[in-house]
């Protein structure tokens, strides 16, 4: 394979977003679905590079490929390089990306179908994942950087893709703006590194800290900065706000986002740097943390929400808590080995309600009900991926959810039973979504296509849209398989530390140890509560809802954060308060300086002016005074 060529499967789609943009526009009236295919080609090429490369990082010496790099900015001493580093962490994340995006683009051409934005839509989607294919491939901390806010860019542009709502515009406004608070960590900490290292390039940085050159207060810092920049870009908490109202976008932009890309990002970071945080037990134990408090922080929002994608949002800032639950605890292989099955069938949960919408024209649940007949290829694999992200047997949630219940059972009793009430929650309320979708009889009124055709007649979606979403319920069953025997976690370079619980790894052992079969259990009364309420009835959902009304208030009030940063934060401290005595001041110690200044020059002036009268009688009064002055001065001090 020529070393030059995995540079081809980020340059691939970025050469897509300019085609579209600024070549094939004026032919988009005679071809109009020329973009979608652009975009289509190049990602799908794309992908194919990506496999190509996991074949030959599979083969390679180590897992890792040596890519030549390339001299980018020189000033003065400071000489930064581009390169690329495609180990076994950056392979795994590159099919990831390339596949899931490619089968979004498929889908995309069914459910974008007829909108006036369909080019623009393609070229921010080309940009976005060449974004994120960039951003797991970069060598250095600036390259990354680069990627890394052009991944908050792309997600800017597609959640305020409809930009003519204002849900829109202010939704997308608002994930630019929060996470720039953890950016921000995140370029403190690289200028932490640089100041201090003397070194931009990843694997260097690596090594300062295992060695332990790079440590104490120094490492701590960078790498809480790091988690920072983590934390915005994966929705957690306390910068988890933004992720719920990105469903502004487009569907299947959500599922992207979702899947794998912008979210997966934070994920990334923390993995691409876990040697910095495993030789500082603080930030380890910082990621572990919040990781398991946002699990099920965010899992209690889902329980209550109308909106379907609402509940994938929070379903979504729940598994990225497991994620760095399993980083903080486990390494590398366990949080990433969730991020790769989360990706196959958070994409198809996505999707299925993208198809849904298609059919009934909302996202409402509470106007839905009863499409498992009018959709039955939806239903079959909304069903399989709830099942896989619930955690049951055999699918791919099971494995490594349980890889991260293992770890925490072990590591930290508190997180485990976080983590394992979080498995009942999301059960339930992942449930309680296909139940009221997909199970009674149909609840809504005339339906309106989003695409504008078959009005008033539920339907199945067109076969583009669910070829895609047949070939991820496939993998949602079975990508959880490649860690039976440990083999994603040495393939990881953590296969000792998976092995420490294999029990989790086989059927035998499933049977055998009680924690895989405990977690079971608490999915399966999730599932079995939910059916209980909203399938059999057994159990009203309004009666229960009194009895527990304050948590449902608080729940259903997002625990009133929102309110707390827009109008207590946003208004009272920063607009009211900050930002009006910085203008107070600016306009009164500024501006008054500046002012009195010049008031006092024309004061000063005006009196010179005075002075000159034209009269020559005072001129000479003023020089007759002047000599008897001067005659004085020398009397007395001659």
């Known amino acids: ?66 890519i030549p790099d390339i001299q980018w900015v020189v000033v003065g001493d400071l000489n930064v ?15 990831v990306v390339s596949f899931v995006s490619l089968m979004i683009q498929i889908y995309s051409q069914g459910y974008m179908r007829g909108d006036p934005g369909y080019h623009r839509y393609f070229a921010f989607m080309s940009l976005f994942t060449a974004c994120m294919l960039g951003l797991v491939m970069a060598d250095n901390l600036v390259f990354l950087f680069l990627f890394w806010e052009g991944v908050g860019l792309g997600s800017y542009l597609l959640i305020g893709f409809w930009f003519h709502r204002p849900s829109a515009a202010n939704a997308a406004k608002k994930a630019f703006i929060v996470t720039r608070f953890g950016d921000f960590g995140f370029l403190a900490a690289i200028l932490l590194l640089f100041y201090h290292t003397g070194t931009f390039n990843i694997e260097e940085l690596h090594g300062l800290a295992v060695a332990g050159t790079l440590a104490g207060t120094i490492l701590t810092w960078a790498a809480i900065g790091i988690f920072s920049g983590a934390v915005g870009k994966s ?12 469903m502004e976008g487009p569907t299947p932009v959500s599922a992207l986002i979702h899947a794998a890309t912008m979210v997966a990002a934070g994920v990334f970071l923390v993995a691409r740097f876990f040697p910095l945080f495993e030789h500082c037990h603080v930030a380890l134990t910082t990621v572990a943390i919040i990781g398991g408090f946002t699990a099920i922080f965010a899992a209690s929002m889902g329980l209550v929400m109308t909106d379907i994608k609402r509940v994938l949002a929070y379903s979504t800032i729940s598994q990225l808590g497991y994620m760095m639950l399993g980083l903080g605890v486990g390494g590398v292989a366990v949080g990433i080995f969730h991020l790769f099955n989360h990706a196959f069938f958070k994409a198809l949960l996505f999707l299925g309600a993208g198809s849904v919408n298609h059919s009934t024209g909302t996202f409402d649940m509470r106007e839905m009900g009863g499409l498992r007949k009018a959709m039955p290829w939806t239903y079959v694999t909304f069903l399989i991926a709830s099942l896989s992200i619930a955690g049951i047997w055999p699918l791919a949630g099971f494995w490594s959810k349980d890889e991260i219940l293992a770890y925490s059972f072990t590591n930290n009793q ?78 990881l370079g953590h296969g000792e530390s998976i092995e420490v619980h294999s029990f989790v790894g086989g059927f035998l052992g499933m049977l055998t140890h009680p924690l895989p079969l405990t977690s079971l259990l608490v999915a399966g009364l999730g599932i079995f509560l939910a059916y209980a309420m909203y399938s059999a009835k057994w159990l009203s959902a309004e009666a229960v809802g009194r009895v527990f009304k304050p948590f449902y208030v608080l729940f259903s009030r997002k625990y009133w954060f929102d309110e707390l940063y827009e109008r207590v934060i946003v208004v009272r401290v920063l607009v009211d308060g900050i930002f009006a005595a910085l203008s107070v001041f600016d306009s009164r110690v500024v501006d008054g300086a500046v002012n009195s200044v010049a008031s006092g020059t024309a004061s000063t002036s005006g009196a010179m002016r005075r002075a000159q009268t034209g009269q020559l009688q005072a001129y000479g009064l003023a020089i007759a005074v002047g000599v008897v002055a001067i005659a004085v001065c020398f009397y007395i001090f001659g």
């Open 1 to 66: 394979m020529p070393n030059q060529m995995p540079w081809l499967i980020f340059l691939l789609p970025l050469c897509s977003f300019i085609i579209i943009s600024f070549i094939l526009r004026p032919f988009f009236n005679q071809r109009p679905k020329l973009s979608g295919y652009v975009t289509i080609g190049a990602i799908g090429i794309a992908c194919v590079f990506s496999f190509w490369v996991l074949a030959e990082v599979l083969a390679a010496p180590g897992h890792k490929l040596n």
């Open 81 to 95: 390089h581009v390169g690329l580093i495609i180990d076994s962490l950056s392979a795994v994340m590159v099919v």
């Open 235 to 246: 929705a957690q908490f306390p910068l988890h706000v933004w992720l719920p109202d990105a």
């Open 414 to 491: 508190i997180l485990f039973y976080l983590a394992m009430i979080t498995v009942f929650m999301t059960a339930f309320y992942m449930f309680r979504a296909v139940f009221l979708t997909f199970g009674g009889e149909y609840r809504g009124g005339v339906v309106s296509s989003h695409s504008g055709h078959e009005h008033g007649k539920l339907h199945e979606s067109p076969a583009v849209m669910v070829v895609p979403m047949a070939i991820l319920a496939v993998l949602s069953v079975v990508s959880g398989w490649l860690n039976v025997t440990g083999s994603f976690g040495q393939f």
